[in-house]
């Protein structure tokens, strides 16, 4: 494990609330895995490596989200959703406050915006615009560009914010023709000039379709076909970062 005297309070709040419990779990599913795992210190280190702003307080530790985690995977071995993992910390500046990261900013949405923490509006049809965002993942973005009033556009409401005008504008629906990949928003891609969903789990991907954010694109054991399979804690780079 990390030593003690290298970390700041915040770290090493983050270390014993949560990364201990996490990479002993961790070790588990990657033994299960059939995976070496270089251990728990090194897990600790790389964890540590996503969340740089936790030495001068800009950053904090959210106990219930960590809570939430861990219980997730206290008897499974499937990945948290990013957006959970992601707000295991939070930001302590509010709107109007400096920021050099989006992750020293407060809440969600939040952007920090030309170096100042922003809590955008949610967007609509013809509202200027910084980023697009689903209620599903997390809603948290550094950006130098954008339209007053700097909303956020968000996919549930069938819209993005288009990276030309910087305004919200409707998603091209599934099924329908598309030029590029955002038009179709962050359910759905752009194949063949065609807006198609996202391949969910058991689905075949590959050949130019991806699977959806909360899956990855698995081949079977022969190699000859290629699902879309719950992503799992342990996989290379998260046994041995």
């Known amino acids: 494990m990390l030593g003690t005297d290298a970390?700041?309070?915040g770290a090493q709040a983050y270390v014993n609330a949560y990364l201990q419990p996490y990479c002993t779990r961790l070790a588990e599913c990657c033994a299960q895995a059939g995976l070496a795992y270089s251990g728990i210190g090194a897990c600790e280190a790389y964890e540590?490596?996503?969340v740089k702003y936790l030495d001068d307080g800009s950053e904090v530790?959210?106990?219930s989200v960590i809570q939430t985690v861990l219980d997730q995977i206290k008897t499974s071995c499937d990945q948290p959703s990013y957006a959970?993992?992601?707000a295991t910390t939070d930001g302590t500046r509010t709107s109007g406050q400096p920021c050099v990261a989006v992750d020293q900013c407060a809440g969600?949405?939040?952007?920090c915006l030309d170096g100042t923490c922003m809590t955008p509006p949610r967007g609509k049809a013809g509202d200027g615009c910084a980023v697009t965002c689903d209620d599903n993942t997390d809603c948290k973005w550094g950006t130098s560009g954008g339209k007053s009033p700097n909303a956020v556009c968000y996919d549930q409401d069938g819209l993005r914010c288009d990276s030309t005008t910087n305004t919200c504008v409707a998603v091209t629906a599934v099924g329908k023709a598309c030029t590029e990949y955002a038009e179709c928003g962050t359910h759905a891609e752009c194949l063949n000039g065609i807006c198609q969903a996202?391949?969910?789990?058991?689905q075949e991907?590959?050949?130019g379709r991806y699977c959806d954010s909360s899956h990855a694109c698995m081949s079977n054991s022969s190699g000859t076909k290629s699902t879309c399979q719950t992503l799992s804690l342990a996989w290379s780079g998260s046994c041995s970062p």
């Open 61 to 63: 530790i959210v106990p």
């Open 7 to 9: 970390l700041s309070p």
């Open 84 to 86: 959970l993992i992601v």
């Open 108 to 111: 969600t949405p939040a952007l």
């Open 198 to 202: 996202y391949a969910q789990v058991g």
């Open 205 to 207: 991907c590959n050949n």
């Open 48 to 50: 540590l490596g996503f």
